[in-house]
């Protein structure tokens, strides 16, 4: 079992900005790709970002893309999303993710373990 466990969640105005933060623990060792997706109510979970554990490679979702920043610290066994720029659409429960597997992948299916979700809610 990796515990993920997501923190830095809240209430923010429309342009403003949120850390969040992914602590693993447990059998960490492995760990090929750490992601964050997100889910409105009433829509599907969606890719939001994703970073390699090894080069550090990341990827983004169009909708996020130069407003988001995802990193890690392979040492603390954590990794953290920058959101600035925070629109209402934004809105939702963000997850973080881990996975063995694919390097890179955007597809929630991929993941092996998730986090409880934190919310981020952006007003207008």
């Known amino acids: 079992q990796v515990p993920l466990v997501e923190s830095g969640g809240g209430l923010v105005p429309s342009g403003g900005s949120l850390r969040l933060s992914c602590a693993a623990s447990?059998?960490?060792?492995?760990?090929?790709?750490m992601g964050w997706f997100r889910q409105a109510p009433g829509k599907e979970r969606e890719f939001v970002a994703t970073i390699s554990a090894s080069a550090g490679s990341t990827f983004y979702a169009d909708s996020v893309k130069g407003r988001f920043t995802i990193s890690k610290d392979n040492a603390e066994n954590t990794v953290s999303l920058q959101m600035n720029s925070l629109k209402p659409e934004d809105t939702a429960v963000y997850y973080c993710a881990a996975t063995w597997g694919v390097v890179g992948t955007t597809l929630a299916d991929n993941y092996d373990y998730w986090g409880q979700g934190t919310q981020v809610t952006v007003s207008s």
């Open positions: 447990g059998r960490t060792f492995g760990i090929r790709t």
